[in-house]
């Protein structure tokens, strides 16, 4: 089983549309969580961190359920350039810090 | 303030030659990364470095991979003899550690191909 897992998508949405992603990771002992943005040829980039209780900025949103191991992140209102692969991140925060990447999910918003 | 610079951007090889990629930090940052990624494998850690010492290489997929830091602005990853299945993009990030985690911040990537 893969430490984090993602739905690879493509999710297919309009513009104006709310997506939501799910990831689920594999260490309860997980401590932090990121989601990052990764364009066509780009390197990935830090969206937000996720705080267990949640939170926004703008039109995105993040929450944790530490129960149940998953993560998601909602956006609203979805713009053209909201087109992206969006990469779940976790850390275990044990003895040392790496971060764990999901494969990603896949986001095309069309006019 | 300028980001995580990487050179080359680009880089194109023959199999059994030796390929050297560099990594600035972001200054003031204490934990630089070296990163591998395919379509197949997706984003793979392959060494990280905490104030210029090396803590995990368990990635490096093997001997013929090497990784320095000699100070706090500058990192290599070398490759050799290159292998065509070397050819992936290879990112570095760094870090300083803060309230809520330990954000990574990556750089363009070097586009390796060995033909």
């Known amino acids: 089983r893969k430490e984090v897992e993602q739905d690879p998508g493509p999710f297919n949405v309009p513009e104006g549309a709310t997506v939501a992603f799910n990831c689920t990771y594999s260490?309860?002992?997980?401590?932090?969580f990121f989601w990052y943005r990764q364009d066509c040829r780009k390197e990935p980039k830090l969206l937000m961190s996720?705080?267990?209780s949640g939170n926004e900025d703008g039109r995105f949103t993040a929450q944790l359920n530490r129960a149940s191991q998953y993560i998601s992140l909602l956006i609203r209102d979805s713009k053209l350039s909201d087109s992206a692969t969006y990469l779940c991140?976790?850390?275990?925060?044990?003895?040392?810090?790496?971060?764990?990447f999901g494969s990603g999910t896949r986001l095309l918003v069309r006019p | 303030d300028a980001g995580v610079i990487q050179s080359p951007r680009h880089e194109v090889t023959e199999m059994g030659q030796e390929v050297t990629l560099r990594c600035k930090p972001i200054s003031g940052h204490d934990y630089l990364f070296w990163y591998r990624q395919t379509m197949m494998r997706g984003l793979e850690l392959l060494i990280y470095f905490n104030n210029n010492v090396p803590i995990d290489d368990s990635g490096m997929p093997e001997d013929r991979f090497s990784a320095k830091m000699p100070n706090a602005s500058f990192s290599t990853l070398k490759i050799q003899p290159s292998e065509p299945r070397d050819s992936a993009v290879y990112f570095c990030?760094?870090?300083?550690?803060?309230?809520?985690?330990?954000?990574?911040?990556f750089g363009p990537g070097t586009r390796l191909l060995v033909l």
């Open positions: 991140v976790v850390s275990p925060m044990d003895s040392s810090y790496k971060l764990i």
């Open positions: 990030a760094s870090s300083r550690l803060r309230t809520g985690g330990l954000a990574q911040y």
């Open positions: 260490n309860s002992a997980s401590q932090s």
């Open positions: 996720v705080y267990s």
